[in-house]
């Protein structure tokens, strides 16, 4: 299992002795001053905390990222959501509850996270529901059976995981922080998954039958949620430089492979890969082709279930609207009575 543990050597290194810059060219003396500033606590490997300066070109990025890893928690509660009322037990469903509940909340550490970057929550969810701003490809996949939501917590938290354990090393200090947090969530939603796709491997023909299922339906798209491969990813090596990002895409999915395929053989599944094998030399897995045509269809809105998973955010939103009215109305009334109790 992965824990907050799991750390890494990181490729910082790798994009420093590459001659990036940690930022664009000053435009002035006084700038050139603060990003030397900047650019020496990224080298040594400080923190960057909300009131200090920063290039806009980080700042834009980390909203960017942000946001949609908050995006990517909001509608992550939707595929797993839709099977709450049909758990088939009180303990698998009061687990249930407790897991979307945390995605929930990561949510809003994310928003609250990103907000300290300058930008506003309506700013984010305005990009979100008018289909601006991205989300994970993950959660565009049906989950069709109880199977679904085990290999979820396995697989869908196992590689979010992998992915988040380096953030809690990121540059920017609120995004660290909210990551700590995160991922020791993360783990316990990983351990549920596996846990119950164990006690379903015990059970029926049917039942393994319906774990073997899903897993072929997950894996491939649990590997492209790492992102695009280094050599097409744009946004990579500036990110590295920054201390944003710490391990490549290539280098997590890698990771991710290495790990689960000890944990499948203890679940009695098959990966399904015919190419899946050790390589000795490379001490790590060979694995087979992932289709970056069905990646990049989904990413850009025409996966399985994107339109579904949009809409059920935008209703939720406009259904909210009169909480937020009358919340809004209330402040007002308090406010306006404190004024009329201090005049
Ligand atoms: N899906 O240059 P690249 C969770 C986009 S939450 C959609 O490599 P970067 C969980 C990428 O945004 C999971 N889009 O980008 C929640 C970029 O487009 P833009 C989310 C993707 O930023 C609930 C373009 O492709 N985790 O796991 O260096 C329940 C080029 O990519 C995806 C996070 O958000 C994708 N899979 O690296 C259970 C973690 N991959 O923005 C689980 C934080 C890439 O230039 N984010 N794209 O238009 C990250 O670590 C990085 O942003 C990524 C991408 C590794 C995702």
């Known amino acids: 299992m992965y824990t907050q543990s799991f750390s ?3 490729g910082t290194e790798d994009a420093k002795s590459a001659g990036l810059k940690a930022v664009p060219k000053a435009m002035n003396a006084h ?53 709450i009322s049909r758990a088939p037990s009180l303990k698998r469903k009061a687990i249930l509850i407790a897991k979307v509940q945390d995605e929930g909340g990561h949510g809003l550490y994310l928003y609250s996270a990103a907000e ?7 700013q984010m ?10 989300y994970s490809s993950i959660f565009n996949y049906p989950t069709l059976n109880w199977a679904d939501v085990g290999v979820v917590g396995w697989l ?8 988040q354990v380096p953030l809690c090393r990121c540059s920017y200090g609120p995004y660290a ?30 039942q393994k ?11 491939w798209k649990c590997l492209a949620m790492f992102g695009p491969p280094d050599a097409d990813s744009p946004n990579s090596a500036q990110g590295m430089r920054w201390g944003i990002k710490r391990i490549s895409n290539d280098d997590l999915r890698q990771k991710f492979v290495d790990a689960t395929v000890p ?16 390589n000795e030399a490379r001490q790590a897995h060979d694995y087979g082709q992932i289709d970056w045509d069905e990646f990049w269809a989904t990413v850009n809105g025409n996966g399985p279930c994107n339109k579904e998973r949009l809409g059920a955010r935008v209703k939720a939103w406009n259904d909210g609207a009169w909480v937020r009215e009358a919340a809004l109305a209330h402040a007002q009334k308090q406010q306006s009575r404190q004024m009329k109790e201090a005049a």
């Open 8 to 10: 890494v050597p990181d």
């Open 31 to 83: 700038d050139a001053a603060l990003q030397a500033q900047f650019d020496a606590r990224i080298d040594a490997d400080g923190r960057i905390e909300p009131r200090e300066w920063m290039p806009e070109a980080y700042r834009k990025t980390l909203v960017r990222q942000i946001s949609q890893h908050a995006h990517s928690e909001i509608v992550g509660m939707l595929p797993e959501g839709n099977w």
């Open 116 to 122: 300290t970057l300058g930008t506003s929550r309506d």
């Open 125 to 134: 969810l305005e990009a979100l529901h008018t289909g601006k701003a991205k």
């Open 156 to 163: 869908v938290d196992g590689a979010a995981i992998m992915n």
């Open 177 to 206: 922080r909210a990551m700590v947090r995160v991922c020791k969530e993360e783990s316990f939603h990983q351990r549920q998954g596996y846990e119950a796709l164990l006690v379903m491997m015990q059970g029926t023909a049917e």
């Open 209 to 219: 039958a319906m774990v073997q299922d899903a897993v072929n339906r997950w894996w």
């Open 263 to 278: 944990q499948a053989k203890v679940l009695g599944v098959t990966l399904p890969d015919p190419d899946l094998k050790w």
